[in-house]
């Protein structure tokens, strides 16, 4: 039996909603995920030491401010200063269309926006983390 993937969950920068994540993390439990969530407003260092110190195969963040962009080119340095390279890379929330090719040109390797089902989530973490 392989072990469970493992996925740390947070919310980077100011934006104080998490109703969303927490449905994310109940979804990807249910589906036999350990995850971490590390709570409201937390720096994209505490986000990349978190995912250091939990051994994290999937790194999602939950952005709703509209700072996505900005956000995860902060949380893309610290894990490359951390050497963080080899974690899955997600992120949802309102993400516009029109910003997708900035992620991914950062390291993001899936976007779910919000009304994404949790199904198409878990099969695309699934398919890409090989445990």
């Excluded at 469970?4 to 990807?28: E, Q, S, T, W, Y």
């Excluded at 971490?36 to 110190?53: C, D, F, H, K, N």
């Excluded at 509209?66 to 899955?88: M, S, T, Y």
Aim: glycine share 10%.
């Amino acid at each position: 039996m392989s072990k469970p993937i493992r996925v740390l969950i947070a919310k980077p920068g100011l934006d104080g909603h998490d109703v969303g994540a927490k449905l994310v993390c109940r979804a990807l439990m249910d589906a036999g995920m350990e995850v971490v969530y590390t709570g409201l407003r937390q720096s994209p260092q505490a986000i990349a030491q978190t995912a250091m110190q939990e051994g994290a195969d999937v790194v999602g963040l939950s952005i709703l401010s509209g700072a996505h962009v900005h956000l995860c080119r902060e949380v893309a340095e610290e894990l490359k200063n951390k050497k963080i390279d080899d974690v899955l890379w997600v992120v949802g929330g309102n993400i516009p269309r029109q910003d997708h090719r900035a992620l991914c040109d950062l390291g993001v390797s899936g976007i779910f926006p919000t009304g994404t089902p949790f199904g198409s989530l878990i099969a695309f973490i699934r398919e890409k983390v090989k445990m």
